[in-house]
């Protein structure tokens, strides 16, 4: 047991944790003809939390109680990993890196977020609105634009070869990179 507990409380190389994520694709096709994502689980919540007469929201969410499973299995991994299974290494960072976000404003590199952008006090500002609101609302619009996650195109879509979920990952890309390189710095300047 306790090398069990040496193995959890280390972190897994690529070549570990890649292929168990790969394999959940093969995985819940061959037990159920399953397809893997997060995004549609709000809508199996709000369908089977909401009722009205909605026809996005009319349908047998029950088929898809296992998605609902999965997600909260995420939730309560994420809680017990926070609360028992902390690595009590200090987070690295490349000094290029750290360089950069010293160029924004960023200063506290003491835990996987700054504290400087993700914070309650940053909540309420400018800068706040920007990062949480408007961009968890574009988050949430892409997604359902895209007819899905990155979860389910990068690693569903992309397995079963689907183009539509190769646009999507490339779209995901290009806009990851032009928020972090050309949107982040006009912001952190601005606010």
């Known amino acids: 047991m ?87 290494n200090t987070f690295v960072l490349s000094e290029a890196t750290i360089a950069d976000l010293k160029a924004l404003g960023i200063k506290d590199f003491s835990g996987l977020m700054p504290a400087d952008l993700f914070s309650i006090e940053t909540l309420f500002t400018a800068k706040g609105f920007i990062f949480f609101i408007l961009g968890g609302f574009l988050v949430g619009f892409g997604t359902r634009y895209a007819g899905g996650c990155t979860s389910g195109h990068a690693i569903m879509g992309l397995s079963n070869l689907q183009i539509p979920s190769l646009i999507a990952t490339c779209c995901f890309m290009v806009g990851g990179f032009a928020m972090t390189h050309l949107l982040m710095p006009i912001i952190f300047r601005l606010f």
């Open 2 to 88: 306790e090398h069990f507990f040496e193995a959890i409380l280390k972190p897994w190389p690529w070549y570990v944790a890649g292929p168990l994520i790969g394999l959940t694709v093969p995985t819940l096709l061959l037990i159920g003809n399953k397809s893997f994502g997060i995004s549609s689980s709000l809508r199996h919540v709000c369908a089977a939390c909401i009722p009205a007469n909605i026809p996005f929201f009319k349908y047998d969410w029950k088929k898809e109680i296992w998605n609902l499973v999965f997600v909260f299995g995420v939730f309560i991994g994420g809680i017990l990993a926070t609360n028992f299974l902390e690595n009590p």
